[in-house]
């Protein structure tokens, strides 16, 4: 029985392991979702107000936006 403990022992350090590097490795994304983030938004910012001004020139509501 007591080797039954040392592999039940062994599979729960290695389960342990693998969640802190699981949770290590999320916490290193955070920083990478932001910069795409930044990345992402000036190029979904013009395109919405592209589609914003499309729609407001075929809805007849366009003001000079100079």
Known sequence: MSSGGAAGGSAVGSAVGAAASSLGHQQAAE????????????????????????DRERAGFLTDLR
């Not at 919405?48 to 499309?54: A, R, Y």
């Open 31 to 54: 920083p990478d979702m932001d910069e795409l983030a930044g990345k992402l938004y000036d190029r979904i910012r013009t395109r919405l107000k592209t589609e914003l001004l499309i």
